[in-house]
């Protein structure tokens, strides 16, 4: 899977966030990402491995 991303990127997750929506905007890029769900404007951050592992879909 092609793995570039740049801010404002959406991206899928493979788990839902609580809200049940898995579909988020990435806000900050770093050592850690910082992404913000599309459904109730929630953000977290996690560090870039973990993103990476989690991620699903890039467009």
Known sequence: M???YNI???V???KKHPCGFNEWRITRIGVDIKIECLNCNREIMMP???FNK???KIF
């Open 54 to 56: 989690k991620v699903k």
């Open 12 to 14: 899928i997750m493979k």
């Open 48 to 50: 870039r491995i973990e």
């Open 8 to 10: 404002g990127s959406k």
């Open 2 to 4: 092609n793995k570039e």
